[in-house]
Structure formats: structure tokens, C-alpha cells
């Protein structure tokens, strides 16, 4: 019986210096990231406080880097977890509030269900 060995795959020497060149053009990729990033400064972030840089000008990866962390720190400013919400009331203290008159919505019928065919 032959013994059979595993391929071997040649690995190519990593150079660190070519690695990441700040003026390379951006990649597909980046651009991709850019896009999404822009709509959620759009989404998230008041008009006001937005960065207001055209994406289509963002030309190297320094440029796309900076943008991309101009905008995550917009976005961690504006996500949820910075709004201070008030804390809702639980059901139970609403059903207590209804039952004890506090309210003045009045009780309408309850709906009726309709199937899905």
C-alpha cells in the first residue's frame, strides 16, 4: 500500500509595508462600506450634526478611513443605547391605572380576527 501525503500550497511572503498604502484607491468592497455608512448617518444622526461629505469624492483608503471614523463616532453618539428613554410602564401598572379609573380612555369592543387566506 502507497503512502499519499497532503498537497503542499506555497505561501507568498507577507510584506507588511504593502500591506495598507493610505493613497490606494478604495476597493469595491470599501465602497460598499462607505454607501451603508452614509445611509445610516442619514438614518441616525440629525441634519444638523451630519458630516456632509459626498461619498463619490472619497477617492483612497485614507479618505474612506476617515469618513468611516467620523461617522461611527456620529453613530455611537446617536444610537439607542445613548438616548436616556423614560422607563415604560409595565402592563401590569397599566391594567392597575384602567382599573382604578386614573385613565380616561374609554373601553372599546375588542377586535375582531381576520384569517390570512
Known sequence: MAQQFAKTVNVLK???????????????????QLLHLHQAEHIRVPEKERTNININDLQTERQASEYIAKVTRLL??????AKKLKPRKSAKKKAAARGSG????SKSAPKKRTSRK
Do not use: C, M
Not at 386614573?102 to 380612555?105: C, I, P, V
Open 14 to 32: 507577507f510584506d507588511e509595508n504593502e500591506a495598507y498604502d493610505h493613497d490606494r484607491p478604495i476597493s469595491s468592497l470599501v465602497r460598499t
Open 76 to 81: 455611537h453618539k446617536h444610537g439607542k443605547a
Open 102 to 105: 386614573k385613565t380616561k380612555q
